[in-house]
């Protein structure tokens, strides 16, 4: 059992109580090799902003839950190196399970996700508690869910999205005492959000997708004044990116994701955690098709992941300094 205190990370605690004062939103930004981690601390480092390292549990499995854990590690050293000594949380993203949950805790993450949002309401009430319970012990903070995002990924999956119900937040968050609520009030996982039948075409035929559901959202902070909200699927899916990947061999149709406008709006919000992971996927795959096209003979891997980390590192200062805000607040 090793605590995070002793990696040198942090909680989500006093990260989301500033950025709710603050009006900005703090990135949690998924993770599974070097090249993303490197990218995610220089960035921050260099925008001065606090970070959530989010691993999911297909990260797990890809990575291997102890490099994990001594990457996270050596992210704190990494970015005392790089000259600041910026605020990182190591977060599980989408646990599914009580043992999940704890095995992340018992290894030294900061930060914990219990999604039991396709259960049965009284069973994700009880689950969460359950993981709440044994994460406070070790002053680890829990996020848990309400409501069902649309979208399929490898671990997390669902047809249809159900919105949170603004009626059932207060009693979620007292009867768990969870730190933070994820919420579905539109945004989905994966570089597809929508179908192309709900979205509107503009002028250049890029679609244009609907609004985001503010109107609950602002629901659910009457009901639970200053509390920390997290908002999943928030990749903005940058139409460069997909066409780099489409003009180089690449197969995308119909990519759409969540405006910046709109991400800037929420960041404002009791929103103070966005979930970025697609369009980090999209940074990278555009920067390797490039140079696997432009120069076929090459074939050492730091020409074409060195390009793929310069491209993330830029995407999340953008992320932080113009989309969330969080960049000079570390
Ligand atoms: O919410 C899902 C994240 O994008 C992680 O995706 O399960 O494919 O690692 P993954
Ligand atoms: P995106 O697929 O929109 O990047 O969302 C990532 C996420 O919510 C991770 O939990
Ligand atoms: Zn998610």
Redesign the pocket.
């Known amino acids: 059992m090793v605590s995070y205190k002793e990696l040198g990370l942090v909680n989500t605690r006093e990260m989301f109580a500033k950025a709710i004062k603050g009006g900005y939103a703090i990135p949690a930004f ?1 993770f ?1 090799n070097m090249e993303q981690m490197q990218a995610i601390i220089s960035a921050c480092v260099e925008a001065n902003s606090p970070v959530i390292l ?1 691993v ?4 797990r499995k ?1 990575a291997n839950q102890t490099l994990l854990r001594y990457m996270a590690q050596g992210a704190v050293e990494y970015a005392k190196e790089l000259g600041r000594n910026i605020p990182i949380c190591l977060h599980l ?2 646990g599914n399970s009580f043992e999940l949950c704890k095995s992340c805790i018992d290894m030294g993450f900061s930060s914990v996700m219990i999604d039991g949002s396709s259960l049965p309401y009284e069973e994700n009430v009880a689950l969460t508690k359950k993981v709440v319970e044994y994460a406070h012990q070790f002053d680890v903070t829990v996020e848990g869910e309400l409501g069902v995002l649309a979208g399929v ?4 999956a669902s047809e249809v999205a159900h919105y949170t119900k603004p009626e059932e937040v207060i009693d979620f968050v007292t009867k768990t005492g969870v730190d933070s609520l994820a919420i579905s009030i539109g945004t989905s ?2 570089a597809n959000k929508f179908k192309p039948e709900q979205c509107t075409r503009n002028e250049e035929g890029i679609l244009v997708p609907p609004e985001l559901r503010f109107d609950i959202l602002a629901e659910i902070e009457k009901q639970l004044p200053g509390f920390p909200i997290v908002l ?2 928030s990749s903005s899916v940058p139409q460069e990116y997909v066409k780099i990947i489409n003009t180089h061999g690449g197969a995308l149709k119909d990519a759409v994701g969540i405006p910046e406008e709109q991400l800037r709006k929420a960041a404002k919000s009791a929103v103070c955690k966005i ?1 970025i ?2 369009d980090g ?1 999209l940074a990278m795959t555009a920067a390797v098709r490039k140079v696997f096209v432009d120069n076929p003979a090459e074939f050492d891997p730091r020409k074409y992941l060195g390009p793929a980390r310069d491209e993330l590192k830029k995407l999340y200062i953008h992320k932080c300094e113009n989309v969330l805000g969080s960049a000079g607040k570390a």
Do not use: L, T, W
């Open positions: 998924n599974n989010q999911s549990s297909g990260a890809y993203d989408h990924e490898d671990e997390v996982h994966g999943h699927g979930n992971d697609s996927r």
